[in-house]
């Protein structure tokens, strides 16, 4: 079996620069990256820079564009398809034109994702999305999640997940995701894995288990997904554990307990006197001060209702001896979540480097140095994955293809 890959929702090539870690043989096929509403492509501007671009079929060139006008007959045949495509809310919209009785609302870019997935019939899949997809929405818990479950279901998968912090296995940031491997049912390791028990699949012998190894297992919960996907839409509900097993229609799920590896600390990361531009000024520090404080603030509801708004306290500056805290794309702005530290040479507050952001994905210096801005190099990192991680899954999974015919 070849080792090709199509990457889908690329952002600035995380997956391919984690199999590109291994040096075992894989090549991409065709990747996809389109930011909605972007003036300038800056992800796939980056991506191109790195790698260059990938024709279709057809000789053309798509890979720039919304993936929701793409042809998915016309990319290119691939072993692997991954993405980390984004949380969004996945019900069904009802319609009589499609031939399945049903149509992902507009927008919604796992519809693209399936589509693709019927057009191209890959054998493995690796998909990443936040953790808390396997909670949403909040008025019908777990139905999104139960609907991603239920499409590849109706493909001719099996699949696992887990729920992985990537600091647990020495990355430099606490940054959960939840991660999907999807496996054609007509596949080796399908065959192989349909001879073992859910337990032993999610705890020792799966995908997740071979590369991220856990220390306890708690009790398998099970529960049958319809297969009408707008029944599932509609009327699924379920709580999902960090852990799972999807075949022929079954769904089982555990709560795993995972074996913590020494993580990479926020020291191990910083650099030292730092451009001038990254530091607080005094002028900012009453503002920075405030929002990283505790808060308890009076506020009224639209139709009237009382209430005090709280929240706690951030530690500020980021202690040192610990990984950093999750990434958002709002980072390095006058922002809560932004990550504060004492600088290594100078002792003064500042915010991070693009550099620093690079290293706590686990990215190549100066990987977003190609000429964008320091905003969108943040907002790029933000979005990413953690690429330690895919290099850890895309070991197990060259061990997997061997097998293969």
């Not at 952002?11 to 620069?17: I, K, P, Y």
């Not at 006008?69 to 984004?86: A, M, N, W, Y």
């Not at 996945?90 to 319609?95: F, G, N, P």
């Not at 600091?167 to 496996?183: E, L, P, S």
């Amino acid at each position: 079996m070849e080792k090709t890959i199509c990457e889908l929702f690329a952002g600035v090539g995380g997956f391919r620069l984690g199999f590109d870690r291994l040096d075992s043989g894989w090549h991409t096929t065709w990747f996809s990256q389109w930011e909605p509403g972007a003036k300038t492509q800056w992800a796939h501007e980056c991506y191109i820079k790195h790698f260059g671009d990938c024709p279709d079929l057809n000789g053309e060139y798509h890979t720039g564009e919304d993936i929701g006008t793409v042809k998915k007959e016309s990319i290119p045949d691939h072993t692997l398809l991954v993405g980390g495509f984004p949380c969004q809310d996945y019900s069904v919209a009802h319609t009589l034109a499609s031939s399945k009785g049903i149509e992902g609302k507009k927008g919604v870019l796992w519809w693209q994702i399936r589509d693709t997935l019927i057009a191209k019939k890959p054998p493995f899949c690796i998909f990443e999305n936040v953790d808390r997809l396997l909670k949403s929405p909040a008025k019908q818990r777990g139905r999104d999640f139960g609907i991603i479950l239920a499409c590849l279901n109706e493909q001719g998968y099996s699949a696992e997940w887990r729920v992985i912090n990537a600091a647990t296995y020495g990355a430099a940031q606490r940054r959960r995701r939840t991660f999907i491997f999807a496996y054609r049912n007509d596949t080796a390791y399908a065959n192989r894995s349909n001879s073992r028990s859910a337990e032993e699949i999610i705890g020792e012998e799966g995908f997740f288990a071979k590369g991220f190894p856990i220390k306890e297992i708690g009790k398998l919960r099970s529960i049958t997904l319809s297969e009408d996907i707008v029944d599932v839409s509609d009327n699924f509900a379920f709580a999902f554990e960090n852990a799972g097993y999807l075949h022929e229609g079954i769904v089982y799920t555990v709560g795993v307990d995972e074996i913590e590896e020494a993580p990479t600390l926020l020291r191990d990361i910083l650099q030292a006197n730092v451009d001038e531009s990254h530091y607080i000024t005094t002028d900012k520090m009453p503002k920075w001060t405030y929002m990283k404080g505790a808060k308890k603030i009076p506020r009224t509801s639209a139709d009237g209702h009382e209430y005090v708004f709280s929240e706690g306290p951030i530690a500020f500056p980021d202690p040192w001896d610990r990984p950093g805290r999750t990434m958002l794309t709002s980072e390095s702005t006058l922002n809560r979540s932004t990550h504060v530290v004492s600088d290594p040479g100078t002792g003064r507050l500042r915010l991070l480097t693009p550099i620093e952001a690079e290293r706590m994905q686990g990215f190549d210096d100066d990987w977003t140095n190609t000429g964008m801005p320091n905003r969108m190099r943040f907002f790029c990192m933000g979005n990413a994955l953690v690429v330690p991680m895919i290099t850890r899954m895309g070991k197990v999974l060259d061990t997997i293809i061997v097998e293969e015919p």
